[in-house]
């Protein structure tokens, strides 16, 4: 029996937009992509903001000893739906939620470092490098389409929260407008000042479409592991300003299946300079208790003085300690029943 990798949504809807959305033209995109090789210690975020056939595309390269390359500013605009992309970065859909290419040509980028990133904030962003790799990402398990695993995460996402995390549209909940996780397995190359490496990881692909406003947010976990079995496991809450969970939702998988689960423990330590180790605690009616420990292994962060519309001063790169808010952006290591597997750690707050 074939597997519905879609999870019930057209093959389309796995492409991006080329103009604004009918159903409500404030409504943006993106199209995060997340990859670690923990035996070449090579990660990738890749993260276009998508609009009208406009991107505007941010990178991140974890390379090996410590280095890391980034860009915030690559611009562009695209007419095919299925191949998104600015100057220099393009995205590729070979098959609808089974198969994505993702090439970055020649990028400009700033280089800072892991210790950089913990101890100080980066003040220079100036080129004075570049970011070249050539990647394939196949679909691991079927996409989770985040507010469908219980009622009470369907009920949190008509709320403000869906507007927080982009899953609905500013009139409520539209079958046009979702946000949605897929583990991927990634194969390809990528240019180091070592010469050509391959690279053979794992990581995640999200697509978010819908309207997004962010007053009223304090915090985020979005989190996720691939293991070699090809169980994995996802999580994402969101957390008001009054301190509550406005949204709160897990999944697991074997790869061909998606169970739904709730996030009893999740970790709530990014500020500390070397958090190391946390655990992860999740309940499933089909698999009981779930336990995860977890560990970073590459990570960037984002000070921040507050969010959304009343962020006068743009983000700067790097561990402030004076931060109203930070986001850590990490690839971690987790264990799962003595199994060990990799994928994305980022929290907010």
């Known amino acids: 029996m074939s597997v519905d990798f879609g999870s019930g949504l057209l093959p389309e809807q796995d492409h991006a937009l080329v103009a604004p959305l009918a159903a409500d033209p404030t409504a943006g995109e993106t199209m995060n992509f997340w990859a670690y090789d923990p035996v070449r210690d090579i990660g990738i975020n890749i993260h276009p903001r998508i609009g009208s056939g406009q991107v505007h595309c941010m990178v991140t390269l974890f390379l090996p ?23 220099h970065v393009r995205y590729r859909c070979e098959v609808p939620f089974r198969r994505w290419h993702y090439t970055v040509d020649q990028l400009p980028a700033f280089v800072t470092s892991d210790g950089e990133q913990r101890a100080a904030v980066v003040e220079d962003e100036t ?10 990402a196949d679909g691991a398990a079927p996409v989770w389409r985040n507010g469908t695993m219980t009622a009470e995460s369907a009920q949190m996402m008509a709320g403000a929260a869906g507007l927080w995390i982009g899953g609905r549209l500013s ?16 194969l390809g190359e990528v240019e180091t000042p070592d010469g050509t490496l391959q690279f053979e990881g794992s990581g995640l ?14 915090g985020t976990c979005w989190m996720s592991g691939l293991f070699p079995s090809g169980k994995g496991f996802g999580v994402l809450v969101n957390i008001g300003v009054d301190g509550r969970y406005w949204f709160s939702e897990a999944c697991i998988t074997d790869g061909t299946t998606l169970s739904p689960a709730r996030v009893l423990q999740f970790p709530g330590r990014h500020h500390d300079l070397d958090e190391g180790r946390f655990w992860v605690q999740l309940a499933s009616d089909s698999h ?25 001063v743009p983000p700067r790169y790097g561990k402030d300690p004076e931060a109203g808010i930070l986001m850590k952006q990490a690839l971690a290591r987790y264990q799962w029943n003595g199994e060990t597997g990799f994928g994305l750690n980022e929290r907010s707050g």
């Not at 080129?127 to 394939?136: D, F, G, Y």
């Open 65 to 87: 000893g410590g280095r890391i390359l980034r860009q915030r500013a690559d611009t562009g605009t695209f007419y095919d739906p299925a191949a998104p992309g600015s100057a």
């Open 127 to 136: 080129p004075t490098a570049s970011i070249t790799l050539r990647l394939i």
């Open 171 to 186: 009139s409520g909940m539209s079958s046009e407008s979702y946000r949605y996780d897929q583990l991927v397995r990634v």
């Open 205 to 218: 692909r999200s697509h978010v479409r819908g309207t997004r406003k962010l007053e009223g947010m304090a």
């Open 288 to 312: 009981g208790l779930i336990d995860i420990a977890g560990e970073d292994v590459r990570a960037f962060y984002w000070s921040m003085p507050s969010w959304g519309s009343t962020a006068t």
